[in-house]
């Protein structure tokens, strides 16, 4: 069944929760629509507030036909045949085309779509969680107007919980709901002014534990704080880039690799990709594994990695998920030798405990006369086998 938050995205702007500095009348969005000339827009702001929402309604109010991608599922090839397609039928009105997570796509990936979009053969419309001055090409981003969104207030979240309650045809109306205070404080505590995350945590409370009220209609049913706290556990896959998830998991992905436990390091990428951790993220935690890890064992795996960063760099997803996948399997199956790692970090003691230590002589840089004089490079031999540390330090082995 179609989630509750899908089911009940708003048709028209009208219907719009939240996002009135853009919507309400004589704003933005309003004027677009009255208009009846779209031109190209990035919605930027946090999960969940309606940045695929508004370009479906702008779609719908415009009478555009609407082409939605997913950066992180779609590869530019896709997107460019279908844009050909556009071209060829040349119908008299330019298509939406909407990309989510535009952020994803590489720069290459993004410089590929400048030409349809300065041709006008389609409207862009863009969705990004991330700034766009960082994420977005300069030259895409001249062509296009950003519009900032911002998280639903605590009023609005009510609303939205409100009519989906009620909607008998689209929402919950038909169980005949009623939310306990502390469960709807609660609820909208925990999804951050995320709508999608509201609604659908509500109907999985729902769908999980609903009580009869007693004395009440038969049919109505409650629902309790602890009911919410048992949907929230209960979602689908969590991952917050921000949040403790995050680093547990790529912790569990570099551990994984460090046992040489391909399988595990696999589905740990595989959780990653899937729920859109920037690939240039994982591959520069690969890159730091080869060293850290792999170092003199086999250097070539830093050589490999670095090629899986420039891959991913270039290509972007989808396609990069391969690269990624070809970069773990060969760091998983190297041997493993930490022992540059730990000499690095042993002589890194001996610098914060000792400080700057004299130099000696035969090792400075005569640059003057006077440093000459003062016997710096005096003795020196290119392939001296004598220790050449500071005297504190001689006879100390960081390595071998």
Not at 4 to 13: C, G, H, K, T
Not at 222 to 248: C, R, T
Not at 325 to 345: C, I, N, Q
Request: glycine share 8%.
């Amino acid at each position: 069944m179609t989630p509750l938050a899908d089911r009940m995205r708003p048709q028209n702007l009208s219907q719009v929760v939240g996002q009135q500095h853009l919507v309400s009348e004589g704003k933005i969005l309003h004027k677009v629509v009255q208009s009846r000339q779209p031109f190209s827009l990035i919605f930027w702001g946090p999960p969940g507030v309606g940045k695929t929402t508004l370009a479906r309604v702008l779609a719908s109010e415009l009478g555009a036909e609407f082409h939605e991608f997913s950066a992180v599922t779609t590869g530019i090839v896709e997107i460019k045949k279908l844009i050909e397609e556009i071209r060829l039928q040349a119908k008299g009105t330019s298509p939406i085309l909407f990309i989510d997570e535009i952020h994803r796509f590489s720069k290459a990936q993004q410089d590929a779509l400048l030409p349809h979009v300065e041709r006008g053969t389609v409207i862009f419309m863009g969705a990004t969680t991330e700034n766009p001055s960082f994420e977005v090409i300069g030259p895409l981003l001249s062509r296009t107007r950003v519009l900032t969104l911002q998280s639903l207030s605590k009023e609005e979240m009510e609303g939205l919980i409100d009519r989906a309650l009620k909607d008998k045809e689209r929402g919950l109306g038909q169980f005949k709901v009623k939310l306990k205070p502390e469960a709807l404080d609660f609820l909208i505590e925990v999804s951050g002014g995320d709508a999608r995350m509201v609604l659908n945590t509500l109907e999985i409370a729902v769908n999980l534990a609903c009580h009869p009220e007693s004395g009440s209609t038969k049919n109505m049913m409650v629902i309790n704080k602890v009911d919410i706290e048992e949907a929230v556990q209960k979602k689908a896959l969590f991952y917050d880039k921000h949040g403790e998830e995050h680093y547990n998991t790529i912790s569990a992905f570099i551990k994984s690799m460090r046992a040489s436990n391909m399988t595990a390091a696999l589905y740990y990428l595989a959780r990653m990709v899937e729920a859109g951790e920037d690939p240039l993220f994982i591959a520069r935690r690969m890159v730091i594994f080869a060293s850290e890890d792999i170092g003199q064992a086999q250097p070539t795996a830093l050589v490999v990695a670095n090629e899986v960063f420039k891959a991913c760099e270039v290509i972007g997803y989808p396609e990069c998920q391969i690269n990624l996948a070809h970069g773990v399997v060969y760091l998983s199956s190297a041997k493993k030798d930490r022992s540059s790692y730990e000499a690095y970090f042993k002589a890194l003691e001996d610098v914060k405990k000792y400080g700057n230590l004299p130099i000696p002589l035969n090792l400075r840089n005569a640059s003057t006369k006077l440093m000459k004089d003062l016997g710096y490079g005096k003795g020196y031999e290119k392939y001296s086998k004598e220790d050449l540390l500071p005297e504190k330090l001689k006879g100390k082995k960081y390595f071998g």
